[in-house]
């Protein structure tokens, strides 16, 4: 009885050690991800803020991109009751306002027929248009349009 | 001087009061009755403006749920409840007159709030989102009338420093100074939600002020 306990707790022992020394077990540190060498109840400083590129709207990085914002949209209204990116964007009042209109395409519901008023699939503008920013990829991209690699 | 009587009966109780006000004291000098009258003026009217300015505060405006629930929990974390420089506006910067005359004629309107406090007029989300156009045409037309008034405590065209602006900021601006606009024709829905339908009742309000 006695000889097996000591058996037993020499065998644990040994796992463990075995554990600790064998190449490729994990420890604090050792996992590297996006968010850096940081133990997992440490935070990474927030990054700063990326101001909204305000001025001259950035070109579009292939045909079917959602055109950018320039200029700050964080305190627009945009829900069931109003929209008021609409106030500017919106025919007749892009003319007033000497803004871009938004295109024809959102003026159609899903089956093609022209509507006077944007459709309501088209409603949340900042589902597909954000503001521009200098924010720079997270990661390397080596993405190039269509028309560019024909 | 005895008490008048006309034709031998005793004046009612009004008449006599009416006549010891105005007959002069021959027990206290004219001093003594200044001194407490300017007291009294000072406590009495003291009185009234501090207990006017106890209306006046952020604190007793959202004492109500109507206006804690709706517009005050709108009004929060907007530019002017918070802000980088800790410069704020609360409800009563924007929605009181500074000046005496028409921060008194404000408070009389204000009583009818009371009655429909009282009322439950806008008592649940609801009914103030039903009520909510209707409300906020109020103040802008109100803001409309004054040219903004409660806003240029604060915001001034002529302290502006438009080149400090944005050039979308500035160019609109410069233009709403040149055509007379005011700061309420474009600036709304700053610190609450808009309601529904509020583009088109904009451009209503803006074609109603230009017949007149």
Redesign the interface.
């Known amino acids: 009885m006695k000889t097996g306990l000591k058996l037993i707790a020499a065998a644990v022992g040994l796992v463990l050690v075995a554990a600790t020394l064998m190449p490729g077990s994990l420890r604090a540190g050792d996992v590297r991800s996006l968010r850096g060498e940081l133990a997992i109840e440490e935070n990474n400083a927030a990054p700063e803020v990326h101001a909204v590129r ?2 001259k709207p950035l070109d579009r990085a292939y045909r079917q991109q959602p055109p950018l914002i320039p ?1 700050k949209v964080d ?1 627009y ?1 945009i ?4 929209n ?1 990116c ?2 500017c964007h ?1 025919w007749p ?1 892009n003319t007033r306002e000497n803004a871009p209109k938004v295109s024809e395409t959102h003026y159609q519901d899903r089956q093609g027929n022209r509507l006077d008023q944007i459709a309501g699939t088209r409603w949340f503008c900042t589902q597909c248009h954000v503001p521009q920013t200098d924010a720079l990829p997270l990661v390397e991209n080596r993405f190039t349009p269509a028309n560019a690699a024909r | 001087m005895t008490t008048e009587t006309i034709a031998g009966r005793r004046p009612g109780a009004l008449r006599r009061l009416w006549a010891t006000l105005w007959r002069p004291s021959a027990r206290y000098s004219l001093a003594g009755l200044l001194l407490v009258g300017v007291v009294a003026g000072i406590v009495f009217w003291g009185g009234f403006n501090w207990a006017m300015e106890m209306t006046n505060r952020e604190e007793f405006c959202v004492s109500c749920h109507e206006m804690k629930n709706n517009v005050y929990a709108e009004y929060t974390g ?2 002017h409840d918070s802000n980088r420089t800790g410069v704020r506006a609360t409800c009563p910067d924007c929605h009181v007159p500074k000046e005496w005359v028409h921060k008194i004629v404000r408070k009389i309107q204000a009583s009818n709030e009371v009655l429909h406090w009282a009322l439950g007029s806008i008592n649940t989300r609801e009914k103030f ?1 039903e009520q909510r156009p209707r409300l906020a045409n109020n103040v802008w037309t109100s803001m409309k009338k004054t040219d903004s008034r409660e806003c240029r405590n604060c915001h001034n065209f002529q302290t502006m420093d438009v080149t400090q602006q ?3 900021a500035r160019d609109r601006h410069l233009n709403g100074a040149l055509q007379g606009q005011t700061c309420i024709d474009c600036h709304k ?2 610190a609450h ?7 088109e009742a ?1 451009q209503k309000l803006n074609e109603s002020f230009k017949k007149h």
Do not use: C, W, Y
Not at chain 2, 194 to 199: D, E, H, I, W, Y
């Open positions: 305000e001025g200029h305190r209204e829900d069931l009751k109003v008021q609409l106030r919106d009042n | 907007s530019i989102e944005r050039s979308r829905g700053i939600q808009l309601p529904a339908g509020a583009l904009e």
